[in-house]
């Protein structure tokens, strides 16, 4: 049996989201014959999702919501709610508005049609004040002041990520603790001391959880500098299910 450690976007899924059906039940043998952890960027939502729509026995380490859906139990690292409404409250002039996905919610302050794209998909409650402690929050923040918020986050010892910027606003997504990819890659170490892990992924960004691994999987449409880092590259990209068809020979299960 191994542990899998696999990117999501550029790596499991095609660019248009979705899964060739021919392969769907490769990847579910895949996933119910070993530990699979699907690790991204992409929202709590969006990855639970994909799981639910492909059965997949799959465990998720989402690094934007700050969620993990681990043997089905949730593990969640939330920002104190009086501290999120201090933030709002020191620099209400500055927040064009935000954003916070939980397991149960969408919570959006002061709400911006033009800035539609950026919210997560679901159910969407407008608030005037943040009535829980949240898993992460994303600010739209105006560029005149983000120096300062930068600066006041780290005197409160939150974690952020620049999701990036125009000429007006930065959006800035805060939370309590950091689930990074390589916490994935400990956590699966510590559970299962006797598999080989494996991870696969299309990104040099990935490097802290890919370094570890027994065996290191580049997607053939993944940067030259990962290539040359890895034990295997996939003779077939995302768009062709790269990923499963190679997991699928290495796993033993053709």
């Known amino acids: 049996m191994y542990s899998i450690l696999c990117d999501y976007d550029g790596t499991l899924i095609k660019d ?15 996933c119910d014959n070993n530990h699979f952890f699907l690790l991204s960027s992409s929202s709590y939502n969006e990855l639970l999702n994909f799981k ?12 934007s919501s700050n969620i993990c859906l681990i043997d089905n139990e949730m593990i969640i690292s939330r920002i104190p709610k009086n501290i999120i409404n201090y933030l709002i409250q020191l620099y209400n ?3 064009y508005t935000a954003y916070s996905e939980s397991e149960n919610d969408v919570v959006i302050y002061r709400y911006q049609e033009r800035l539609e794209a950026f919210y997560p ?9 943040i009535h829980d402690d949240r898993p992460s929050i994303t600010f739209a923040i105006d560029n005149e002041c983000t120096d300062s918020f930068y600066k006041k986050i780290h005197s409160l010892t939150l974690g952020y990520k620049s999701l990036g910027k125009d000429k007006n606003r930065e959006l800035i997504t805060i939370y309590q603790k950091h689930i990074s990819k390589s916490d994935g890659y400990y956590y699966i170490k ?5 598999d080989k892990i494996i991870s696969i992924t ?14 290191k999987i580049a997607m053939r449409n993944s940067d030259m500098e990962l290539k040359k880092r890895s034990d295997i590259i996939t003779q077939y990209d995302n768009n062709e299910s790269g990923a499963i068809r190679t997991l699928y020979n290495i796993c033993h299960l053709k």
């Not at 998909?121 to 004040?129: A, L």
Request: aromatic share 16%; glycine share 4%; proline share 2%.
């Open 190 to 194: 510590n559970k299962y001391p006797n």
């Open 121 to 129: 998909k679901g159910d969407r409650k407008i608030e005037n004040i």
């Open 202 to 215: 299309d990104s040099i960004f990935d490097y802290d959880m890919f370094e570890k691994s027994d065996i």
């Open 52 to 63: 639910n729509k492909y059965y997949l026995n799959i465990n998720i380490f989402s690094l």
């Open 93 to 95: 002039r500055y927040i």
């Open 16 to 30: 248009n989201g979705e899964i060739d059906d021919k392969y769907i039940n490769e990847l579910q043998e895949i």
